[in-house]
């Protein structure tokens, strides 16, 4: 059993920056792959980034690509996501999940969700 608390979220202007933390409780995190997620009003979830278990083969949405950066600290229990360059359309709740496929990625069954927190650009 894996639990899952996203912080960080809050109001940025476009252009700024934002940096998301993810606790996860149980000794076994280490050998989950772990991804951020989000979804905004009216939208269906969407995939945002995926780190694997050791942290080398980080994947990230198009959209995201460039500006985004997931990352992982298994001796804390947490996962980031540092956001830059922020827009309008990344306006969303975002969402950590966590996978017992080690490797992660976009495709994989996640079976923990974190609560979400909300990320609001403005414009």
């Known amino acids: 059993q894996v639990q899952l608390v996203e912080s960080g979220g809050g109001l940025v202007q476009a252009g700024g920056s934002l940096r998301l933390s993810c606790a996860a409780s149980?000794?076994?995190?280490?050998?989950?792959?772990m991804a951020w997620f989000r979804q905004a009003p009216g939208k269906e979830r969407e995939f945002v980034a995926a780190i694997s278990w050791s942290g080398d083969m980080p994947y990230y949405a198009d959209s995201v690509k460039g500006r985004f950066t997931i990352s992982r600290d298994n001796a804390k229990n947490t996962v980031y996501l540092q956001m830059n360059s922020l827009k309008p359309e990344d306006t969303a709740v975002y969402y950590c999940?966590?996978?017992?496929?080690?490797?992660?990625?976009?495709?994989?069954?996640?079976?923990?969700w974190g609560q979400g927190t909300q990320v609001t650009i403005s414009s």
């Open positions: 999940a966590a996978s017992k496929m080690g490797r992660g990625g976009s495709r994989v069954p996640y079976e923990y």
């Open positions: 149980g000794r076994t995190f280490s050998s989950y792959g």
